[in-house]
């Protein structure tokens, strides 16, 4: 159930998003976004940097994890990365806390009532868009569900060995170094290249998953739906149309033994929007088909 509550007109009583389910009583809607991403929190009065995870957010308030104990109405402030822009600096105060059912020790409920009304409308606009691009993911894991296959693997979670260039930075240096992906999952990729790079260290990574996997899928397919009160359209997605280059952001979690004299890394993913990770579940998924029909080809 979540805490966060719904937007709610003057005087009304607010509503959480967990009973908010009947049409007619609910109010106007409010875009919210559940999501996985590690925040560093500055609250007051505590001198250290807090480490928690950013749950679930929406235009006015968030779900937060984290290890620490925090006082309700303990002042908080956290930057949110939207997209190649400037971060978004998000302040509030702890409403609720509980134990957490699994994982950090606590889970806070943070409105974001100290964040200036221009900043609060960017965020609701950003989750808005991460919902549509939310939205676009799921009717193309949808179209991958569908496809008849003779794996028996959770789709969207299996990570591919595969092997392809990929450009990246460290966040203090302007400059792009080659490296070559190893395997990728939606959550993480594993990388070689000739940098020593420290654990911890966040980089932008910019690749093109390889297209030539995509001709396991069969080709786009079009019907006429001729119930109802006129004929319509009806087909597949596309599930063979190129892959776009994708800017992504990671962090370094692993350092593996040296390979060929070429340092190996596992990097995390760090705020994958839903339409990513289902693009590279597109991939990993057309690449593990192309594989099983080989092998019982052979």
Same mark, same amino acid.
């Given at each position: 159930?979540?805490?966060?509550?719904?937007?709610?007109?003057?005087?009304?009583?607010?509503? *959480?998003?967990?009973?908010?389910?009947?049409?007619?009583?609910?109010?106007?809607?409010?875009?919210?976004?559940? !999501?996985?991403?590690?925040?560093?929190?500055?609250?007051?009065? !505590?001198?250290?940097?807090?480490?928690?995870?950013?749950?679930?957010? @929406?235009?006015?308030?968030?779900?937060?994890?984290?290890?620490?104990?925090?006082? +309700?109405?303990?002042?908080?402030?956290?930057?949110?990365?939207?997209?190649?822009?400037?971060?978004?600096?998000?302040?509030?105060?702890?409403?609720?806390?509980?134990?957490?059912?699994?994982?950090?020790?606590?889970?806070?409920?943070?409105?974001?009532?100290?964040?200036?009304?221009?900043? &609060?409308?960017?965020? @609701? +606009?950003?989750?808005?868009?991460?919902?549509?691009?939310?939205?676009?993911? $799921? *009717? #193309?894991?949808?179209?991958?569900?569908?496809?008849? @296959?003779?794996? $028996?693997? $959770?789709?969207?979670?299996? +990570?591919?060995?595969?092997?392809?260039?990929? !450009?990246?930075?460290? %966040?203090?240096?302007?400059?792009?170094? %080659?490296?070559?992906?190893?395997?990728?999952?939606?959550?993480?990729?594993?990388?070689?290249?000739?940098?020593?790079?420290?654990?911890?260290?966040?980089?932008?990574?910019? &690749?093109?998953?390889?297209?030539?996997?995509? %001709?396991?899928?069969?080709?786009?397919?079009?019907? #006429?739906? &001729?119930?109802?009160?006129?004929?319509?359209? #009806?087909?597949?997605?596309?599930?063979?149309?190129?892959?776009?280059?994708?800017?992504?952001?990671?962090?370094?979690? @692993? $350092?593996?033994?040296?390979?060929?004299?070429?340092?190996?890394?596992?990097?995390?993913?760090?705020?994958?929007?839903?339409?990513?990770?289902?693009?590279?579940?597109?991939?990993?998924?057309?690449?593990?088909?192309?594989?099983?029909?080989?092998?019982?080809?052979?």
């Amino acid at each position: 159930m979540s805490w966060i509550p719904k937007k709610t007109s003057p005087g009304s009583t607010p509503v *959480s998003v967990a009973v908010a389910t009947n049409a007619a009583a609910a109010p106007a809607k409010t875009f919210g976004h559940s !999501l996985e991403m590690p925040i560093v929190m500055s609250v007051r009065r !505590l001198p250290a940097p807090v480490y928690g995870t950013l749950m679930e957010i @929406t235009g006015t308030a968030a779900r937060v994890r984290s290890l620490i104990l925090m006082d +309700r109405g303990a002042e908080i402030e956290f930057d949110l990365g939207i997209g190649s822009g400037a971060p978004l600096t998000l302040c509030g105060r702890v409403q609720n806390r509980r134990n957490a059912s699994s994982g950090a020790r606590f889970e806070y409920h943070v409105t974001f009532d100290m964040t200036a009304e221009a900043q &609060l409308d960017t965020l @609701t +606009r950003h989750v808005r868009e991460l919902e549509r691009r939310a939205a676009a993911s $799921r *009717s #193309i894991q949808h179209a991958i569900d569908s496809l008849p @296959t003779t794996d $028996r693997n $959770r789709r969207g979670s299996y +990570r591919a060995m595969t092997a392809f260039p990929v !450009l990246f930075r460290r %966040e203090d240096d302007p400059n792009f170094w %080659e490296g070559r992906v190893g395997d990728i999952s939606g959550t993480g990729v594993r990388m070689n290249c000739s940098c020593v790079i420290a654990i911890g260290t966040m980089l932008e990574l910019r &690749l093109s998953l390889p297209n030539n996997v995509l %001709e396991v899928y069969p080709e786009e397919t079009a019907a #006429i739906d &001729l119930h109802g009160s006129a004929p319509r359209r #009806i087909g597949r997605p596309d599930m063979r149309r190129p892959f776009d280059e994708m800017s992504l952001r990671a962090r370094v979690v @692993t $350092r593996f033994a040296p390979t060929r004299d070429r340092e190996v890394y596992g990097a995390a993913f760090f705020e994958i929007d839903g339409y990513q990770r289902e693009e590279i579940a597109r991939f990993t998924h057309a690449l593990q088909l192309s594989r099983i029909r080989g092998g019982l080809s052979g």
